[in-house]
């Protein structure tokens, strides 16, 4: 079993910055692909961005490229999410996801990812 923890979030301005942490653990010596989802109240979640297992690729949903940035510890299953800018619309729980089973060419999908974390609130107040 993978267990997926999460951390980070909080309530900012519009225009200001958060960042999230997630860490993945259970498989020694594996490193998965992972990615962020989000979730607003009354809507589905969201893919919001993944990256590869080696780093080398990312994936961002359009509303938040050029704003948030995906990236992982090089030699841990700990990824992180860099969002900056901000803005009421990105209020959400995120979560983090790992997928081991997936097929690399999707990352987008929930059904994609195998494990997720509990979530974590970032709200950004309008």
């Known amino acids: 079993q993978v267990h997926v923890v999460e951390s980070g979030g909080g309530s900012v301005q519009a225009g200001g910055s958060l960042s999230l942490s997630c860490a993945a653990s259970?498989?020694?010596?594996?490193?998965?692909?992972m990615g962020w989802f989000r979730q607003a109240a009354g809507k589905e979640r969201e893919f919001v961005a993944a990256?590869?297992?080696?780093?080398?690729?990312?994936y961002y949903t359009d509303s938040v490229k050029g704003r948030f940035t995906i990236s992982r510890d090089g030699a841990e299953n700990t990824i992180f999410l860099q969002m900056n800018s901000l803005k009421p619309e990105d209020t959400a729980v995120y979560y983090c996801?790992?997928?081991?089973?997936?097929?690399?060419?999707?990352?987008?999908?929930?059904?994609?990812?195998?494990?997720w974390g509990q979530g974590t609130q970032v709200t950004v107040p309008s």
């Open positions: 996801a790992v997928s081991e089973f997936g097929h690399a060419a999707n990352y987008a999908r929930t059904i994609d990812y195998d494990y």
């Open positions: 990256i590869s297992w080696s780093g080398d690729n990312t």
């Open positions: 259970g498989r020694t010596g594996t490193r998965f692909r």
